[in-house]
């Protein structure tokens, strides 16, 4: 019996660890497009407001494929003022922004600006 509790419990308790290392990942993601996209791409900026929802699954693949070093190979990031945006965004972060706008874009189950 104690046996039978204790593996409840421990199942409870990796469940838990689980759902919240995926909730962490989800708020990373949005984080990092806040602190590397929304910063020049909010309400009234003049580079254009861009959320996930602006555009559709698409139009974000191509993007990231086709567009996005060509258009920001010669901003400056506003943070770190001596480096262009494609130097401070690493592949791993340009990665899951991709995955985050992807998830969230117009056509998808869970459209989303991102607050
Ligand atoms: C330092 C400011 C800055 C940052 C950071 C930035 N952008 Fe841009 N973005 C621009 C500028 C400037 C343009 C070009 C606007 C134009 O050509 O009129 C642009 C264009 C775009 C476009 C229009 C399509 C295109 O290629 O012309 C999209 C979509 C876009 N950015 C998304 C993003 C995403 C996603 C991120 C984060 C990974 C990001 N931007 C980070 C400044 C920035």
């Not at 996930?52 to 901003?75: A, G």
């Not at 985050?100 to 998808?108: G, L, Y």
Request: proline share 3%.
């Amino acid at each position: 019996m104690r046996l039978f509790t204790l593996t409840i419990i421990t199942a409870c308790i990796m469940g838990l660890s689980i759902t919240s290392s995926l909730a962490e990942k989800k708020q990373g993601a949005k984080e990092l497009y806040k602190q590397n996209c929304k910063i020049c791409h909010d309400k009234k900026s003049p580079s254009g407001e861009y959320t996930p929802m602006t555009l559709i699954m698409d139009q974000w693949e191509r993007f990231f494929e086709k567009k996005y070093e060509k258009s920001h190979k010669d901003v400056k990031h506003p943070v770190q003022k001596d480096k262009a945006v494609i130097e401070v965004i690493t592949k791993d972060m340009l990665k899951k922004i991709k995955k985050f706008c992807i998830d969230h874009a117009a056509d998808s189950e869970q459209p989303m600006t991102c607050g």
